[in-house]
């Protein structure tokens, strides 16, 4: 069964500064995407940034980095330069191939301070 | 413009009363999902479709029925047998392509309240 962890409730960080929001996520299927969406207070989710499982690179979106370690069964999203605009909730999601299940972490809550 | 449309935003319903959300979308994407959220939780699937006339269950399905009867609309219906309908409610839509990658696109939501 695939499963999304992420274990920072709520985070706090000063304008400007890079910020690292981290996911782990367990399943026995080889093949599986790994996907981060931002949940802004109006409630739309905002997809930023896909990572598949035989991705030999690190997927980027201009401000949005993955850091993906296999190994671990990590997926940390890097946001550099962080910017007011920034403060959102962000959900960790995955789905194995062949699934059509998208599995949600329960969520960090991101503030970014002036 | 392309997109998902839900309404209405905000919703209120009496006990015992059944209620349909509505979600369409005008990207031609062939599946479609139904997601509920509570407070402090992510996401949960409720159902989804990939063709018309079909649809699966999700991992919270009961007390909650839809159809599929055109490619671009999938509403929800809460019905009474729903113990505890207060929440928000996000419809969304993708491509079916082999492979994990499809993103999927989200509509605006439907924040409803029992009362």
């Known amino acids: 069964a695939q499963k999304i962890t992420q274990t920072q409730p709520g985070m706090f960080v000063q304008e400007k500064e890079a910020v690292t929001l981290d996911c782990t996520y367990d399943t026995s299927d080889p093949s599986y995407g790994l996907f981060w969406y931002k949940q802004p207070s109006s409630g739309e989710m905002i997809f930023l940034i896909y990572q598949g499982s035989y991705d030999q690179q690190n997927a980027t979106e201009g401000r949005y980095s993955l850091n993906f370690q296999k190994a671990r069964k990590s997926a940390n999203l890097v946001i550099s330069a962080s910017q007011l605009g920034d403060s959102a909730m962000y959900f960790c999601?995955?789905?194995?191939?062949?699934?059509?299940?998208?599995?949600f972490g329960t969520g960090t809550r991101l503030t970014i301070i002036p | 413009d392309g997109g998902i449309t839900q309404s209405p935003k905000y919703l209120f319903r009496k006990e015992g009363q059944n209620v349909t959300l509505s979600c369409e979308q005008n990207l031609n994407h062939d599946a479609m999902y139904w997601y509920r959220q509570d407070p402090g939780q992510g996401l949960r699937l409720i159902y989804y479709s990939q063709i018309v006339n079909d649809f699966q269950k999700g991992d919270i399905a009961e007390g909650y029925s839809v159809s599929r009867e055109k490619k671009e609309s999938f509403p929800l219906t809460v019905t009474s047998a729903q113990k505890n309908p207060t929440a928000f409610y996000l419809c969304a839509s993708s491509i079916l392509v082999g492979g994990p990658q499809n993103e999927q696109f989200f509509g605006p939501g439907t924040r409803l309240t029992v009362l």
């Open positions: 999601a995955m789905r194995e191939a062949g699934n059509e299940k998208l599995t």
